[in-house]
C-alpha cells in the first residue's frame, strides 16, 4: 500500500479540489481528510458515515465542589486564568473548561484532592463510504486543539483500514502549513505532493514546506496550480524547484470550471473536461509514476 500526502504551504491553493479529482481517477483508494482544521472533502465525495467514534485529545480539570475548601490556590497557580472563583450566582470554584489546557498544575497544588483530571472529547472522528471509495474523516470541536493528534488517529485508521480491505493507496488531504498538524500529515509518506500558486507568498510557503519535507526525508513533488496568472513567477518557482532538484509535475491553469465544479459537488474530473482537467489528468499519472517509482531522489536528498 503506498500513501500520497497532498499538501500546501498556507490554505486556497486548491489543494482540496485536487484530491478530490485525485480520488475520482484513482481505483481502490482509501481517502483520509487530515485537514482537520477546515475539512471540506466531504463537501465533494458526500460521505455516508458508517462508524462514528469521540476523540480524546487530551484531559480537563474538574473540581469536586463537596470536597473544595475554596482556598484558592488553584486560581493563583492556573496560568490560563481556566478558575473561576465563587460568585452570586455560583457558589463554588469552577473550571472554565475552554480555557483549561490539561495542564495538572491546580491537581497538584490543591490541598484536599478536590480536583480531578479527565477525558476531553475534543471532536469526532469517522468512517463512511464515498462514491470513490472509504474515507476516514474528522470533525474537531469548535476553539479545540490538539490536532495534531487527531490526523495520527486518521492516518492510523485510515491505514489499518487499507490493510483490512487490501486496497493500494492511501489518498490524504492534508493540512496546510508548517505546523504540528503538517507534520502529523506527512510523518512516513510514500510522497507528499505540495500544491502552490504562483505569488510571492505561494513560492515563501512553498519554500517553507519543501524544508520541513527534506527535514522529515518524505520524497516530494510540486504542482504549480493557476500557473498561467503568473507566468513569471510561476517559471522562477519552476526554476528554483529545479534547482533544488524538486520535481513539479504539473502547471495547472486557471479555469472557471473549478468553481463550477464546487458550487455542483462534483469533483473537477467528474464535472468538465476542459483545460484545468486535462492537467489534473496528466498530474495524476505523473504522481503515479512518481509514487510506484523506486526513486526518492526527486526531494532533493
Ligand atoms: S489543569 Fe491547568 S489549565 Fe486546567 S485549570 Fe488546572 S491549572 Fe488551569
Ligand atoms: S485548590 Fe482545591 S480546595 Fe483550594 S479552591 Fe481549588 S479546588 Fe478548592
Redesign the pocket.
Known sequence: MKELIVISGKGGTGKTSIVASFAALASNPVLADCDVDAADLHLVVEPRVRQENPFVGG???RILPDMCVECGQ?RD???????IPPDGQNPSFR??PS?????????RFCPTEA?V?EDAVNGRWFISDTRFGPMVHAELGIAEENSGKLVSLLRKQARDLAGRQGRNLLLVDGSPGIGCPVIASITGADLALVVTEPTLSGRHDLQRIVELTRHFNVPCAVCINKADINPEMAAQIAAEAAAGSISVLAHIPYDNAVTQAQMAGRSLIEHSDGPASQAIRQLWDHTLAMLNSEDTSANGQ
Do not use: P, S, Y
Open positions: 484531559v480537563k480539570a488553584c497557580h492556573c496560568r490560563f486564568d481556566a478558575v473550571i472554565d480555557a483549561c489546557e490539561g495542564c495538572g498544575v491546580c491537581e480536583i483530571l
